[in-house]
């Protein structure tokens, strides 16, 4: 960790969470330097991340006092108030709650689903039974969530400006195409997404773009 | 809904994300009236309630002007972002973004992998399964928490105030104790638990003193 910059964010290039974080550090232009964990390989559960958390997850922000930070939405919500410059969240205190709904379907009911521990304890070694497992959870999720959208929306979730509900959201897509989930049923999630991954900070953050990307997907898509 | 109270509440009893809901209400002194929606007999599928949340789940939050709020943590934040009094958050970022980080670590770690649709899709008919898969997760969910309680504890969650971390920790203990979780691991997450619960607010937000709760649990326990 150098001293120049703010924080230092734990994280797996795949990690959905670990990507909401990273958009929301690049949005408010906070410096910061990134600790790969992979995932895949079990670094998570080494001595050198247990010290840093103990629920062996990333993401996890590390400030430059040494103290930590997991959950990337307490991250987020702990951002916008630290920074409050270029807001994640609506001044309307409706609209705010519209960006936490979403927000929280994302991170509670359509997200936890497919966490790696839950594939494999649900799938086995059966990479396709683990696969349609997730599939299922995430259409199921976005079938209500793209009706909440078709309601809330403009040219992002909410509205016509960025808020964190959209850092939430292109994640969750990457994983739903990961899942081959069917995004045909789902019009204003897929043009929400796709104008979103049109925004350098959606570019620069994105997985294929990260430097633990394996170089077989290293800007793939992107 | 009658025009005296601010807040119509859609839950059920035993719901943990509804009795968080209920918490919060009741800690800020809001009038509300409840509108059991009774999940084992699939009244959340039913026309009347997917008008009010076509995501079928509960709490749903409903205002004075029909408009409608989901999401139980969407719902905390409005609520305290609405009714100052009585805070449900620490004054410190850095003190708020440890009541967050245990929030989102019940609501989105712990919680989710026991919805009822989980443990059917899980366990089917088998409630032996059911019970299995549900008290792995939570008690793998608790090591951690009960790390970190340890480390920001007082009397409470996060040192000596009441804050919504509070609100999710007991609903998610009264569900650790439906799935027999064994809880004499769990000294710190036990003693802040017991200690709620003799709080008049948390006695009368009680699963088993709701209208809806079946006659041979009412009063179990409270």
Chains 1, 2 share one sequence.
Request: with cysteine.
């Amino acid at each position: 960790m150098t001293d120049s910059k703010e924080f230092t964010l734990y994280g797996y290039f795949r990690s959905s969470a670990s990507w909401r974080v990273r958009l929301a550090l690049e949005w408010k232009g906070i410096a910061y330097e990134q600790h790969s964990v992979n995932l895949a390989q079990g670094d998570q559960k080494k001595d050198e991340f247990l010290a840093i958390n103990p629920s062996k997850k990333v993401p996890a922000l590390v400030t430059k006092e040494h103290k930590v930070l997991t959950q990337s939405i307490a991250i987020l919500e702990y951002i916008e108030e630290h920074y409050p410059d270029r807001p994640m969240l609506p001044k309307s205190l409706w609209h705010r709650a519209q960006v936490r709904e979403i927000v929280q379907a994302i991170a509670c009911d359509i997200h936890p689903l497919q966490n790696l521990g839950v594939l494999i304890k649900q799938g086995g070694g059966d990479l396709e039974k683990r696969e349609a497992w997730a599939r299922e959870w995430i259409t199921q999720g976005f079938e209500g969530l793209e009706r909440h959208l078709e309601e809330v929306s403009g040219t992002y979730c909410v509205g016509d400006n960025i808020t964190m509900a959209d850092f939430c959201l292109v994640p969750m897509v990457y994983n739903a195409f990961r899942y081959k989930v069917d995004m045909k049923q789902f019009p204003v999630i897929t043009r929400i997404n796709n104008t979103l991954l049109t925004l350098p900070e959606f570019k620069k953050t994105h997985p294929h773009n990260q430097e633990d990307c394996p170089p077989e997907l290293r800007g793939h898509g992107v």
